[in-house]
């Protein structure tokens, strides 16, 4: 069964870290491009970093640049977000999606909460 999965969510204070990750099974996810997205109450889905298939090309949303990074561990079949000086506009809930660069969207995870009290 091809899915992914999204772990590492929680409840942080203002300038904590949090590292999240997306693990897949079924399929290669090294062969894709993975992309984190996130949707905070009453916005818009927006997406938030991406990593091709190698790890060579990275792509950040303004806001994130410099505080998130993206990374992945292809033995683990696995890709991280360390989201760090998190702040309570980067309240939402957070997924991760497979697929073809720039916008991997083939398979979807289901969503981890990630929630920043100031």
């Known amino acids: 069964q091809v899915q992914l999965a999204e772990s590492g969510g929680g409840l942080v204070q203002a300038g904590g870290s949090l590292r999240l990750s997306c693990t897949a099974s079924g399929f290669d996810l090294d062969e894709k491009a993975v992309g984190w997205f996130r949707q905070a109450p009453g916005k818009e889905h927006e997406p938030v970093a991406l990593i091709d298939s190698s790890g060579q090309k990275i792509g950040y949303e303004d806001s994130v640049k410099g505080r998130f990074i993206v990374s992945r561990d292809n033995d683990k079949n696995t890709v991280y977000l360390q989201m760090n000086n998190l702040k309570s506009e980067d309240t939402a809930v957070y997924y991760c999606?497979?697929?073809?660069?720039?916008?991997?969207?083939?398979?979807w995870g289901q969503g981890t909460q990630v929630t920043v009290s100031s």
């Open positions: 999606a497979a697929g073809t660069w720039p916008l991997p969207n083939d398979y």
